[in-house]
Each structure stands twice: as structure tokens, then as C-alpha cells.
């Protein structure tokens, strides 16, 4: 066994043996701003892996209904901007070089976030860390503006899952 799942095996048993509340508060910003998914997942304790608790509260999402789930999405930041960042949302858009960027790529941002924001009523959504980096991330907005809404609101549900398991591995990985 390595080292990684020698971690994951830690995080899941930790969280197995908490107290409904502790794992509730533990994985609260797993889907940003959105404890629901937490709570939801709490009573289908024990997972035997990270990867069936992610798979879990991915279907947890799956499963709510079409305005709990615009909620989440809503719940998003936009990128680039500042705001009600959780800790996560902070780091990621740190790693994705969006604090970072020249005047000229920031307004070509803002453009496409508000662009987005009023085709699908809900800010950009990628998994930042899945991705090259923040030019990459602005070709995606402009090829997703393209989509109609009900592919781009389960594109947005899919990258929110993915989301949600990069955080939950970067738990599991010991402090450097």
C-alpha cells in the first residue's frame, strides 16, 4: 500500500468514527457553501473508500431536486473575482493563477463571467485543479457559452463532483 492510500484509508476512518456533527462540520465546503450534501451523507456512514463516499455525495447531488441543485451552483464564486470565498475556493483559484492576472485577461474574464452569468443563471464552474491553467480555463467558458442550459447545468453538476473529490484527496494528503 502507498503512501496516498495509505492517507485516503486514514481520512475515511477518521471520518467513519466522528460524531455526526464533527463529520457534518468536516466536509461542510466539500460542495461549496452547501452543508446539505454533508448532512445528507452522514447517515449513509461507514464508507469503505474516499472514492465511495465521493461517489456517494456525488449522487446525493445527483438525486436533489433542479432547485436545490441551481442552489449549489449558485453557491459558486465566480472566478477571478474575490467575495464569500470558502478556504478551498480561495486555494483553488490561487493555484489556477487567477490572482495573478493582467489587467487585460482580468476584464477578459469579467466579460465572459457576466456573458455566462446571464445565458444560465449561475457563475462558470470547472474544476480548476483538473486543469492546465487559467487561458485554458477562459477557452473552456467561451466553448461552454455554447451549450444550451440543461447540458451546461449538468456539465456544471459534473465539474462540481469533480470539485468536490479533489478536495476531498487534498484532505487526505499530510500537510507540506
Do not use: C
Amino acid at each position: 500500500m502507498n503512501a496516498v492510500q495509505t492517507e485516503a484509508d486514514a481520512l475515511i476512518d477518521r471520518l467513519n468514527r466522528m460524531n455526526r456533527a464533527d463529520f457534518i462540520d468536516t466536509l461542510a465546503d466539500i460542495y461549496e457553501h452547501s452543508p446539505w450534501v454533508a448532512e445528507q451523507a452522514a447517515s449513509l456512514r461507514p464508507f469503505e473508500t474516499t472514492e465511495a463516499m465521493a461517489a456517494t455525495m456525488q449522487t446525493i447531488v445527483h438525486r436533489a431536486s433542479a432547485e436545490t441543485q441551481m442552489a449549489l451552483l449558485r453557491a459558486h464564486p465566480e472566478l477571478g473575482r474575490g467575495g464569500n470565498l470558502t478556504t478551498h475556493s480561495n486555494s483553488e483559484q490561487r493555484y489556477a493563477g487567477f490572482d495573478r492576472l493582467t489587467p487585460d485577461l482580468a476584464e477578459t474574464l469579467a466579460a465572459l463571467n457576466r456573458a455566462y452569468r446571464a445565458k444560465f443563471g449561475f457563475p462558470f464552474i470547472v474544476a480548476v485543479r483538473g486543469q492546465k491553467d487559467s487561458l485554458a480555463i477562459i477557452a473552456q467558458i467561451e466553448r461552454r457559452l455554447a451549450n444550451d442550459p440543461d447540458t451546461e447545468a449538468a456539465t456544471a453538476i459534473d465539474e462540481v463532483g469533480k470539485i468536490a473529490r479533489f478536495r476531498l484527496d487534498r484532505m487526505s494528503q499530510p500537510e507540506r
